[in-house]
C-alpha cells in the first residue's frame, strides 16, 4: 500500500483549531519573558498548564484523527499567507498525520511531565520563571517543526529548538562551562543547520515551491542526482541536530544544562528532530538509495561511538547522553533502511526511547538532587534503600533501554536489530554488538549509583526527592514498561503510520522474537550485565578512577572527538582568521578608513559654509535660483 | 506693451531681491520680499491686460491679502527678536551655524 | 455675468472639518478663560484631525476620484493618500505638543525678564499652538491638492505663516528658537517671492493659473519659451526650498535645530509630505511634457542634495541638527524617483514608491524627535550628542527604540525604511536613472556611518556622571513612541497592505 493522499482540511472541531498546540506555549513563553519578574510567584504554574493545555489539544486531535478513516487522516489546515514575495510563496499551514500527531503527543505529553518534575527540581533557583518560559519556547518551536506543513516552518521550528537549546544549555550562565557547552551546541548546530537550509534551497530550485505535499508528489519528476543531494544536505542538518557522527561532539557538553532539560531535549524530543526530518522526507530518501545507504552508515557508527562512551563516563548525566547518541544511531539506522519497516521500527523506538531516557535523565537528576548535585557515580553507591522510588522507575527504564523482555525497549529495539540483519550482516552485527555494550554501561551505571558501598562525599544526607518529581517519574516509567508492547504488538503502529509510509510488502511477517538475531541478542545483553557485575557489582568500585587502559582513556575522552575538531577545523580555522584579519587591516580597512577621514575632512569644511548668516542663506537661494534658470535655458536650448 | 511693464517688474524683483542681499535691518529686509511679491502683482495684472482674461487681477488680489498676512507674523516675529536683542539685525542672529 | 461658483463640500469635508476647527480655537483663544483653553484645545485639535482623517478614508473608501471647487483642488488617489499620511502624521505631532515643557509661557515676554519668570510661576501657556497647528495643517492638506497655482500659492502660505510663529514659540534656549523664526520667515517669504515671480511668468505664458490648461499650452503657444522656463525654474526653486533640497536647503538644519520639537517633527513630516506632494503634481501635471528640459537640473539637484545631507551631517553633534541633515538627504533619495519619469506605467510605480516612502519615513521622524524630547538636560532638551553617551545602559527601551528608528532611516532590512529605500531606488532604476541610485547607495552608505555612530554612543560609550535624565513620558508622548516603532515594524516585516495601497493610490495618477 502506498501513502495516503494529503488533503486539505477545512472544517472546525478540534482539528480546526490545532495551532493552539503551537501557540498556547508560544503564549506562555512570551507572557514569561515579557512580564519579567512580576509573573515570578506564578509563572511556573502557567509554563505547567500552557504545556498541558497544548497537551490536551493533542490528545483531542489524536482521538478526532482516529475517527477518520486511515486513507482520510492526512490533513493539511491551511494557516496564512506567509512569505508572498514573487515566485516563493510560502503557506504556512499544519499537517496533521499520524506521524506528526505522534510527535506532538510525545512532545507535550513527556513537555508536560518535565515541566512539572522542574517545579520541584528548580524550586531552590531565583530565575526558575524564566527557566520554564525557556521550555514553554521549545515545546512550542518543537511543535511547530513537526506540525509545519512545509519546509521553511519546519526550518523556523528546527532553529527555534536550537535557540531554546542554546538558552538551556546555557541556562546557568555564571558558571564558564555551560557558556561554553551552550556556544559549543550552537555552533556545531549551525554547521547541519546550513546543510538542512541548502537542502531545502535546492528543494525550492528544483520545485518551485517548499510545501511537503507538492514536492512528495513531484518526487519522481527530478533527477537522482539532485535527489541524493538533497538527501545527503537533510542528512547533514539531521546529523548535526541528532548529535551524530560527525557532529556528534556537542551533545555530551550539554549536559551543563539543568537535569530536566537533559531529559525533554538532549533525550526525549531535540535530538531525535533528525529522525523525524528524515522519516518526513521518506519519499525523497525513497528516491535516493545513496543517500540512505549514508544513513545506516552514520547510524550504525554512532550506535557503536556513543555505546563506547557509555561504557567509560564516570559522570551519570554524561553517560546517559553517550547512551542517547547510541540509541538515535539505531533510530538513523532503521530510517536509513528505509521501507515501511524501517520508518515504523526508528519511531516506534523513538518513542519508547522518549519515555525510558526521558525517566532514565529524571531519576539522575532525582540522585543528584539530593546528593548536592554530585554527577560523579564514583561518589554514589547504596542508594537503592535511601531512594527506593528513584531506584524502582530507574530500573524499570534500565530493564528497558538494554532490551529485556517484555520491557518497552526489546520490542522497538529488536524490530530494528532484525531489520537491519536482514539488509546487511556488517549493520546487523553492528546492531547486536551495540546493544550488548548497552546491556554493560547501562548496568554498570546501575551498580555504581544503587548498589554497593557508599562512598559519598562527606555532609551528603541523600533523601528521597518530592512527589512532584517522583510523579514524573512513575509515569514515564509505565510507558518505558508497556509502551514497547502497545506500538508493536499487532502492528498497531505500523498500521496507524501506514498513511504516511505505506504498508510493508509481502516479505514482513511480523514481530519476530525467536528469530535467531532475537536470540543471539538476548545472550549478549545477558553476558554484557555479567561483566558490568564482576567489575563493578562484586568488587568495590574505587573512588579515584583508575588510569585504564588506551581504549579507556580514549572513550574517556569522547574517542578524541574534540581533538579531532580542534585539529580539523579550530587550527585551520584560526589560521584562516588571522590571514583574514592581516588582510582586513593592510588592505580592506587602510582603504576604508582612507576614505573615512576624506569624507569626514570634507564633511568638516564644508559645514563652515553654514555660516548661520540668514542673509548667506538667502545667497544660496540667489545663486540656486540663477544656477537653476541658467542650467534650465541651456537644456532647452541643446 | 506688455514688454514695458514686464521689464519693470523685473527692475522691482531684482530691486527687491538684491535688498535682501544686502540689507541688514530685518524691517527693511522684509520690506524687499514685499517689494519682490508686488513686482509680481505688477506682472499678473500686465499678463492678465495681455490675455485679455481676470485670472492675473485675481490673483493680484490673493497676493494682496496674503502679504498682508505675512506683515503681520513677520512684524511680530521680528519685533519679539528685537526686544530679545535690543537689535533688528539679521545678521547678529546667528547662534545657530554650522 | 458672473456665475456662481459650485463647491463640492462633500469631498472637501476634511478640509473644512480642519480650518473649522482652527477657528474654533481661535474663538476659544478669545473668549474662554485662560485656565481652561488647554482643556478645550486638546481634545478639540485632536477630535478635528482624526475626524478628518476618518471623512478622508471614507472618501478613499468611495473611491472619489474628481476635481472640485472650481477647478482648484484635485480629489485623487494621491490626494487621499496623502491626506490620511499628513493627517496621522499631524495627529501624532500635536500628541507631542500636549507637553507642558515644550512650549513658551508667555511669547510677548523677554527671555530673562522678570515678565516672563511671572508667567511661569504662574503656570501660563501659550495655547495659541493649538490652532496655529491646525492652520498649518489645512494648509499642508490643500497644498498637494492645488490644481491651480493660485491655490497652490495660498496653500503655501498658509502653511507656512504659522509655521513660522510656531517655530519661535519655545520654551528653553528663547534665543535660539525666535533665531530659527526670523531666519525662517526671512527665507520662506524670499523664497516664496520666487515662486510667486514663477507663477506670474507660467501664467504669462500660458494665459491661465489652472495646472492642466498650463500642460495643454505647452504644445501650442510659441515665440514665449522664455517665460516658460523662466516661470518653470522659480517655481522649482520655490517648491525646492520647501522640501529642503540643495542648494536651498541651508535653513533646514538651523530651523530644525531651533524650532520646539514637536513643531520640528511636525515640519519635518507633514511639510515634507505636502511639500513633496505638490512638487509631484505641479511638475508632472502642469510640466509633465516637458520633463526632458527640467529633468537633467533635478538629476543634478537630488545628487547635490543626497551628497551635501550625508556628508554635512557626519560631524554635526547635535542631534536634532543631525536628524535635519539626515532629512536632506531623504529629501534627495525621494528625488530619485521623482525624476524617473516615463511612461503612465512607470510613473504609476515611481509615485507608488514616493507614496510609501513619505508615509514611513514620515512617521519614523515623529518617532525618533519624540524620543528626543525625553532626554533632558536641566536646561531643557539634551541636544549635543555627547550627553546621549551611554543612553543605552541608562534607559535601554529608549534608546533601543531610537536605535531602531535609526536603522530605520538607514535603512536597515526589516524596517520601513528599507522597503521605502528600495522601492524608490527600484522605481528610479526602472525610470532609467541609475547613475542616481548609484549615488543615492553610495550616500547611504556614508548615512549609516552616522547613524551607527549615535547607536555606538548610546551602547557602548560609558555614561556621563552627570548624564541627562529621561523625563517620565506622558501618555501622549509614549502614544507616539509605541505607535512609530510599531508602524517602522510593521511597515517592514508585513509591508505588502501599505505597498498595495500605495500601489491603488497611484492607480490613475492624477486627475485635472
Known amino acids: 500500500m502506498s501513502p495516503a493522499e494529503i488533503t486539505q482540511y477545512s472544517g472546525g472541531g478540534v482539528i480546526g483549531v490545532s495551532w493552539l498546540m503551537i501557540a498556547l506555549p508560544l503564549a506562555g513563553a512570551a507572557i514569561l519573558l515579557l512580564g519579567g519578574r512580576r509573573t515570578d510567584r506564578w509563572g511556573h504554574l502557567l509554563g505547567v498548564a500552557m504545556s498541558l493545555a497544548s497537551f490536551v489539544v493533542a490528545v ?193 557538553d550539554a549536559m551543563e544544562g539543568p537535569t530536566p532539560v537533559s531529559a525533554l531535549i538532549h533525550a526525549a524530543t531535540m535530538v531525535t528532530a533528525g529522525v523525524y526530518l528524515i522519516t518526513r522526507s521518506s519519499p525523497i530518501f525513497e528516491a535516493a538509495p545513496t543517500a540512505q545507504l549514508v544513513v545506516t552508515i552514520v547510524g550504525a557508527a554512532t550506535l557503536l561511538f556513543g555505546a563506547i562512551i557509555g561504557c567509560a563516563k564516570d559522570d551519570i548525566k554524561k553517560g546517559l547522553a553517550g547512551s542517547t547518541m547510541s540509541q538515535i544511531g539505531y533510530m538513523f539506522l ?109 548496568s554498570r551505571m546501575v551498580f555504581m549509583t544503587f548498589f554497593g ?18 510523579g514524573p517519574m512513575i509515569l514515564l516509567a509505565i510507558g518505558s514498561v508497556f509502551g514497547g508492547a502497545f506500538l ?48 563493578y557489582g562484586k568488587r568495590p568500585v574505587p573512588v579515584v578512577a583508575p588510569r585504564g587502559s588506551f581504549a579507556t582513556v580514549a572513550a574517556r575522552r569522547d574517542l578524541f572527538g574534540d581533538a579531532l575538531n580542534e585539529a580539523l577545523f579550530m587550527r585551520p580555522g584560526q589560521w584562516l582568521t588571522r590571514v583574514s584579519v592581516w588582510f582586513d587591516n593592510r588592505g580592506v580597512d587602510g582603504l576604508v578608513n582612507g576614505l573615512a577621514a576624506t569624507i569626514g575632512g570634507t564633511s568638516g569644511r564644508l559645514r563652515r559654509v553654514q555660516t548661520g548668516f540668514a542673509r548667506s542663506y538667502a545667497m544660496f537661494v540667489f545663486v540656486g535660483a540663477v544656477l537653476v534658470t541658467g542650467a534650465l535655458l541651456l537644456v532647452g536650448t541643446l | 506693451m506688455t514688454t514695458h511693464y514686464l521689464v519693470l517688474s523685473a527692475l522691482l524683483f531684482t530691486i527687491g531681491g538684491i535688498g535682501v542681499l544686502v540689507r541688514r535691518n530685518a524691517i527693511v529686509v522684509f520690506m524687499s520680499v514685499e517689494l519682490m511679491l508686488n513686482s509680481c502683482n505688477l506682472a499678473f495684472v500686465a499678463f492678465s491686460r495681455m490675455h485679455g482674461n481676470l485670472d492675473g487681477q485675481l490673483m493680484a488680489f490673493f497676493v494682496m491679502v496674503v502679504a498682508a498676512a505675512e506683515v503681520v507674523v513677520g512684524l511680530a516675529i521680528i519685533v519679539t527678536i528685537f526686544r530679545t536683542r535690543r537689535s533688528a539685525s539679521v545678521d547678529d542672529a546667528n547662534l545657530l551655524k554650522y | 455675468m458672473i456665475s456662481a461658483p459650485t463647491i463640492e463640500y462633500l469631498e472637501i469635508a476634511p478640509l473644512l472639518l480642519v480650518f473649522g476647527a482652527a477657528i474654533i480655537g ?8 485662560r485656565h481652561l483653553r488647554s482643556a478645550f484645545h486638546i481634545p478639540l485639535t485632536l477630535l478635528a484631525i482624526a475626524g478628518a482623517f476618518v471623512l478622508t478614508v471614507l ?125 525662517y520667515f526671512l527665507l520662506g517669504a524670499f523664497s516664496s517671492g520666487f515662486l510667486l515671480y514663477g507663477i506670474a511668468m507660467l501664467y504669462g505664458y500660458a494665459g491661465s493659473l489652472d495646472l492642466a490648461k498650463i500642460s ?67 511638475f508632472w501635471v502642469a510640466l509633465g511634457n516637458l520633463d526632458w528640459d527640467w529633468s537633467p537640473i533635478l538629476w543634478g539637484v537630488a545628487i547635490l542634495t543626497m551628497v551635501i545631507g550625508v556628508i554635512l551631517a557626519i560631524t554635526q553633534t547635535d542631534i536634532k541638527r543631525m536628524l535635519a541633515y539626515s532629512s536632506i538627504a531623504h529629501a534627495g533619495f525621494l528625488l530619485t524617483a521623482f525624476v524617473a519619469t516615463g511612461g503612465p506605467e512607470q510613473n504609476r510605480v515611481a509615485l507608488s514608491s514616493i507614496l510609501f516612502y513619505l508615509a514611513a519615513y514620515g512617521v519614523t521622524t515623529v518617532g525618533a524627535f519624540a524620543v ?111 505607535l512609530a516603532a510599531t508602524v517602522t515594524v510593521v511597515l517592514g516585516v508585513l509591508p505588502q497592505p501599505m505597498l498595495d495601497l500605495a500601489g491603488a493610490a497611484a492607480r490613475s495618477l492624477f486627475v485635472y
Open chain 3, 216 to 282: 495643454a499650452a505647452l504644445g501650442t503657444v510659441s515665440g514665449m519659451d522664455p517665460l516658460l522656463v523662466l516661470g518653470t525654474a522659480l517655481l522649482g526653486v520655490g517648491m525646492l526650498f520647501k522640501i529642503g533640497a540643495a542648494p536651498f536647503q541651508a535653513w533646514k538644519p538651523d530651523v530644525y535645530q531651533g524650532a520646539p520639537t514637536p513643531v520640528t517633527a511636525l515640519m519635518a513630516s507633514g511639510t515634507l509630505v505636502a511639500a513633496f506632494g505638490a512638487l509631484l503634481r505641479v
Open chain 1, 488 to 535: 508493536v504488538l499487532g502492528d498497531r503502529f505500523m498500521t496507524f503510520l501506514a498513511p504516511v509510509i505505506g504498508a510493508p510488502g509481502p516479505e514482513y511477517h511480523g514481530f519476530q522474537p525467536l528469530a535467531p538475531p532475537g536470540i543471539i541478542t538476548f545472550v549478549l545483553v545477558l553476558a554484557g550485565i555479567g561483566i558490568a557485575w564482576t567489575m
Open chain 1, 60 to 252: 483531542l486531535t489524536f482521538v478526532a484523527l482516529l475517527g477518520r478513516d486511515p486513507a482520510q487522516r492526512r490533513l493539511d489546515i491551511a494557516l496564512f499567507d506567509f512569505i508572498p514575495a514573487g515566485s516563493l510563496d510560502v503557506k504556512m499551514g499544519l499537517l496533521i498525520d499520524p506521524l506528526s500527531i505522534s510527535f506532538a503527543l510525545l512532545i507535550t505529553g513527556v513537555g508536560t511531565l518535565i515541566h512539572i518534575y522542574s517545579i520541584g527540581y528548580m524550586s531552590h533557583d531565583s530565575d526558575r520563571r524564566r527557566f520554564f518560559s525557556y521550555l514553554n519556547l521549545f515545546v512550542a518551536a518543537m511543535l511547530l517543526l513537526v506540525l509545519a506543513d512545509n519546509y521553511v516552518g519546519l526550518y523556523i521550528g528546527w532553529e527555534g529548538v536550537g535557540l531554546a537549546s542554546y538558552l538551556l544549555i546555557g541556562f546557568w550562565q555564571f558558571k564558564p562551562s555551560a557558556a561554553v557547552a551552550a556556544k559549543k551546541a550552537f555552533i556545531i548546530n549551525r554547521v547541519g543547520d546550513v546543510g538542512l537550509a541548502i537542502g531545502i534551497f535546492t528543494l525550492f530550485a528544483t520545485f518551485g515551491t517548499v510545501g511537503f505535499k507538492p514536492i512528495f508528489e513531484n518526487v519522481g519528476g527530478a533527477s537522482a542526482g539532485v535527489m541524493t543531494a538533497v538527501g545527503l544536505l537533510l542528512l547533514l542538518g539531521a546529523v548535526g541536530k541528532s548529535a551524530q557522527l560527525p557532529l556528534q561532539a556537542w551533545l555530551l
Open chain 1, 334 to 442: 532503521a530510517a536509513g533502511l528505509g521501507g515501511a519497516v524501517g520508518y515504523v521500527a526508528a519511531i516506534a523506538h523513538l518513542l519508547t526511547h522518549g519515555f525510558f531516557k526521558a525517566g532514565l535523565f529524571l531519576g539522575a537528576g532525582s540522585v543528584m538532587h539530593a546528593m548536592n548535585d554530585e554527577v560523579d557515580m564514583r561518589r554514589y553507591g547504596g542508594l537503592r534503600k535511601i531512594m527506593p522510588i528513584t531506584f524502582g522507575t530507574f530500573m524499570l527504564g534500565y530493564l528497558a533501554i538494554i532490551g529485556i523482555p517484555p520491557f518497552a525497549g526489546w520490542f522497538t529495539k529488536d524490530s530494528i536489530i532484525e531489520a537491519a540483519v536482514q539488509k546487511h550482516w556488517i549493520l546487523g552485527a553492528a546492531a547486536i554488538l551495540g546493544a550488548a555494550l548497552t546491556a554493560f554501561y547501562m
Open chain 3, 372 to 482: 528626543v524630547t525625553m532626554v533632558r538636560d536641566t536646561g531643557g532638551e539634551a541636544g549635543h550628542l555627547s550627553r546621549w553617551a551611554g543612553l543605552g545602559k541608562r534607559s535601554p527601551i529608549l534608546a533601543g527604540v531610537f536605535a531602531f528608528f535609526l536603522l530605520a532611516f538607514a535603512g536597515i532590512p526589516l524596517t520601513s525604511g528599507f522597503l521605502g529605500k528600495y522601492a524608490v531606488f527600484q522605481a528610479a532604476v526602472a525610470g532609467g536613472a541609475t547613475p542616481l541610485v548609484i549615488v543615492g547607495v553610495v550616500t547611504s552608505a556614508i548615512a549609516a556611518f552616522f547613524y551607527a555612530r549615535v547607536i555606538v554612543l548610546m551602547f557602548f560609550s560609558e555614561p556621563a556622571a552627570d548624564g541627562p535624565v529621561i523625563a517620565a513620558p506622558t501618555v501622549g508622548t509614549a502614544l507616539v513612541v509605541a
Open chain 1, 453 to 470: 558501598e557508599k562512598r559519598w562525599e562527606p555532609d551528603t544526607h541523600p533523601h528521597e526527592s518530592p512527589a512532584n518529581m517522583t
Open chain 3, 26 to 33: 481661535v474663538l476659544v483663544e478669545a473668549f474662554a478663560p
Open chain 3, 59 to 183: 472618501l478613499a473608501v468611495d473611491k472619489t476620484r474628481t476635481v472640485a471647487v472650481m477647478g482648484a483642488l484635485a480629489i485623487d488617489g494621491t490626494t487621499l493618500f496623502l491626506w490620511g499620511t499628513i493627517l496621522v502624521l499631524a495627529f501624532i505631532s500635536v500628541l507631542l505638543m500636549n507637553d507642558e515643557g515644550q512650549f513658551v509661557a508667555q511669547a510677548a515676554a523677554v527671555p530673562g525678564s522678570a515678565e516672563e519668570q511671572e508667567a511661569v510661576l504662574e503656570g501660563q501657556a501659550q495655547t495659541e499652538v493649538y490652532p496655529l497647528a491646525l492652520f498649518a495643517i489645512g494648509g499642508m492638506l490643500i497644498f498637494p491638492a492645488s490644481n491651480d497655482l493660485l491655490m497652490l500659492f495660498v496653500a503655501l502660505e498658509v502653511m507656512s505663516l504659522p509655521l513660522y510663529l510656531l517655530c519661535g514659540l519655545a520654551r528653553r534656549r528663547r534665543l535660539l528658537s525666535q533665531e530659527a523664526a526670523v531666519k
